[in-house]
């Protein structure tokens, strides 16, 4: 249904990579914040849900913005800065504990929100702009079809990365446990917090610490993995985004724009210009 003659255009893969990898890593820290919200600091799944508030403040800032930094400066400029906020937030969130305040963990997920708004918003922009426009409903599914791999692929990567990580950290905290208990609380937390709820005294709380500080370790990893993965996204967005808009098949830059140097880039400049 795709004709793959179209990433031939460095303008659609640059812009189709970065929104992928952008989506796996918001998607895979969505899944992994919502658990530590409600299973690590406590909170009901509304007020997880209202927690998540900083992340759709961050687009409705970030969008309306892009156009006039896009404008000012050029897609791949603008891209690649919106691109450094997603690893430069989920690194940060590694070291987010059981005492970290909202105050700080709302901050990460504003900025995770403004780095996807100016990533996304350009960078869908690149891909409409980078077809045919007999092909236009073809770009605007690939756009979202890469969205959904992206997101798809950090919850599962991401997830079986977690799942693995706890599970060999809950190994000596379930020793004690009956087997079929020891599998359940290993699982993931929690299961764990349930069981640490049916036992009785400080077997339960123990129980309930060490399945938090396994989830902790576990994400903290991820966090940093997921950094790794969206920085090398970063680069590649910066080594290999045309800066300006091509005309669909040519090497002819079709709109004007102005660089930093605040230098009129004609229309007929040549790509590699």
Do not use: C
């Amino acid at each position: 249904m795709v004709d793959l003659k179209l990433f031939k255009n460095a303008r659609l893969s640059a812009a189709a990579g970065s929104i992928g990898i952008a989506f796996m890593a918001m998607l895979g820290m969505m899944f992994m914040l919502t658990q530590y919200l409600q299973f690590v600091q406590g909170y009901s799944p509304l007020d997880t849900g209202f927690r998540m508030v900083p992340l759709a403040m961050g687009f409705m800032v970030g969008v309306p913005t892009s156009a006039t930094l896009v404008s000012r400066f050029n897609s791949r400029t603008v891209m690649t800065a919106g691109m450094l906020f997603v690893p430069i937030a989920m690194v940060s969130m590694a070291f987010l504990d059981v005492e970290t305040t909202f105050w700080l963990t709302g901050s990460l997920v504003f900025l995770m929100g403004l780095g996807m708004a100016n990533t996304m918003a350009p960078a869908t922009d690149a891909v409409m702009a980078a077809v045919p426009e007999a092909q236009a409903v073809v770009g605007s599914a690939l756009n979202d079809t890469v969205r959904q791999i992206g997101g798809a692929l950090g919850v599962g990567i991401f997830g079986s990365i977690l799942s693995s990580i706890y599970a060999s950290s809950m190994v000596g905290a379930v020793s004690d446990l009956p087997g079929d208990l020891a599998a359940v609380a290993s699982n993931q937390i929690g299961a764990a917090l349930h069981v640490a709820g049916q036992l009785e005294g400080t077997a339960g709380e123990a129980l309930a610490i060490a399945s938090k500080n396994a989830f902790i370790d576990g994400t903290s990893t991820v966090y940093i993995i997921g950094g790794i993965v969206a920085f090398v996204g970063t680069v590649l967005v910066w080594r290999f985004m045309p800066a300006y808009d091509l005309a669909p098949g040519t090497d002819e830059v079709t709109i004007d724009d102005k660089g930093s140097s605040g230098e009129l880039a004609t229309a007929t400049a040549r790509a590699d210009q």
